[in-house]
């Protein structure tokens, strides 16, 4: 069972920047593929970034929404995955998931079985 814990959200203006950090518990992170999803309210979940590192290969994908703004990287030592979020606008506030799943770089956030509690992120405008 992979337990994850983000933290970083908070209040920005428009235009600013934010890290987001997610925590796993899971000995065999670097197997995972690790995503950030979102969730503004009366909205789907949306797919934001995933991505997997090993030492054979790498993979990262992004939605077009946030592409050039954010950067998804990880820390398969420390168990550590973070959104990178600049350029910031009041369209990328929502509640920010962590989410896993072993296998490939997928968008589909029923492909993913394990989430953390969700971080908030506002932006005014």
């Known amino acids: 069972q992979v337990q994850l814990v983000e933290s970083g959200g908070g209040l920005v203006q428009t235009g600013g920047s934010l890290r987001l950090s997610c925590a796993a518990s899971?000995?065999?992170?670097?197997?995972?593929?690790m995503a950030w999803f979102r969730q503004a309210p009366g909205k789907e979940r949306e797919f934001v970034a995933a991505i997997f590192r090993s030492w054979s290969s790498s993979s990262t994908e992004y939605a077009d929404s946030v592409k050039g703004r954010f950067t998804i990287s990880r820390d398969n030592v420390k168990n550590w995955v973070y959104l990178q979020m600049n350029s910031l606008k009041p369209e990328d506030t929502a509640v920010y998931y962590c989410?896993?799943?072993?296998?490939?770089?997928?968008?589909?956030?029923?492909?993913?079985?394990?989430w953390g509690q969700g971080t908030q992120v506002t932006v005014s405008s």
């Open positions: 899971e000995r065999t992170f670097g197997t995972y593929t």
């Open positions: 989410a896993a799943r072993r296998g490939t770089v997928v968008s589909n956030h029923h492909e993913y079985a394990y």
